[in-house]
T-cell receptor, first 114, second 110 residues
Framework: KAGVTQTPRYLIKTRGQQVTLSCSPI?????VSWYQQTPGQGLQFLFE???????NKGNFPGRFSGRQFSNSRSEMNVSTLELGDSALYLC?????????????FGPGTRLLVL | QQPVQSPQAVILREGEDAVINCSSS?????VHWYRQKHGEAPIFLMI?????EQKGHDKISASFNEKKQQSSLYLTASQLSYSGTYFC???????????FGKGTRLSVIA
């Protein structure tokens, strides 16, 4: 099976712009989670989707939003970008039927905000 | 709440052992361990469910103490390939998200 894919891999934006990141889970996986990774804070949970519904949300401002489509692909959007949004954004997928399932991570999208 | 990991960083010589600890202020449902090498995605190592079990494969094992709300990862006879950042992830219940600690950077030198 193909792994989790994320596009684009790299992005450079300026403050105030918005950005959309995409994640395609492993075939058959219905749950997608998003994380922000920065050197000082490790992996910070953003949100989790299952069958097009947001199941959990982390402690991030409303500028961060996401959605999941019927084919389980997910997008996250960040509006009004700030310098502090520069980070590696990782998504992870799992089958979604049991809470103890393994999550498989994609390679991430590295966002640089200038 | 984010798990508390310790130590933040450790340097080992090949063949030495290391222990990475993770603790939570809340009751735990499951513990997940990952390793991430520089520039790569985190790779799953193992999952432990409440019940106080211990798991392992090869020379990497982990324990889960439900009463103390702690988990430890044990690396024995370390190899150069063990270098990377290790993350523990906790679920506090079956419906809560997987939340990760800040990571432990492990460097194995020859």
């Amino acid at each position: 099976k193909a792994g989790v894919t994320q596009t684009p891999r790299y992005l450079i934006k300026t403050r105030g712009q918005q950005v959309t990141l995409s994640c395609s889970p492993i075939s058959g996986h219905r749950s997608v989670s998003w994380y922000q990774q920065t050197p000082g804070q490790g992996l910070q949970f953003l949100f989790e989707y299952f069958s097009e519904t947001q199941r959990n949300k982390g402690n991030f401002p409303g500028r961060f939003s996401g959605r999941q489509f019927s084919n389980s692909r997910s997008e996250m959007n960040v509006s009004t970008l700030e310098l502090g949004d520069s980070a590696l954004y990782l998504c992870a997928s799992s089958p979604g039927r049991k809470s103890q399932e393994t999550q498989y991570f994609g390679p991430g999208t590295r966002l640089l905000v200038l | 709440q984010q798990p508390v990991q310790s130590p933040q960083a450790v340097i080992l010589r090949e063949g030495e052992d290391a222990v990475i600890n993770c603790s939570s202020s809340k009751a735990l449902y499951s513990v997940h361990w990952y390793r991430q090498k520089h520039g790569e995605a985190p790779i799953f190592l193992m999952i432990l469910l409440k019940g106080g079990e211990q798991k392992g494969h090869d020379k990497i094992s982990a324990s889960f103490n439900e009463k103390k709300q702690q988990s430890s990862l044990y690396l024995t006879a370390s190899q150069l390939s063990y270098s990377g950042t290790y993350f523990c992830g906790f679920r506090n219940s079956g419906n809560t998200p997987l939340v990760f600690g800040k990571g432990t950077r492990l460097s194995v030198i020859a």
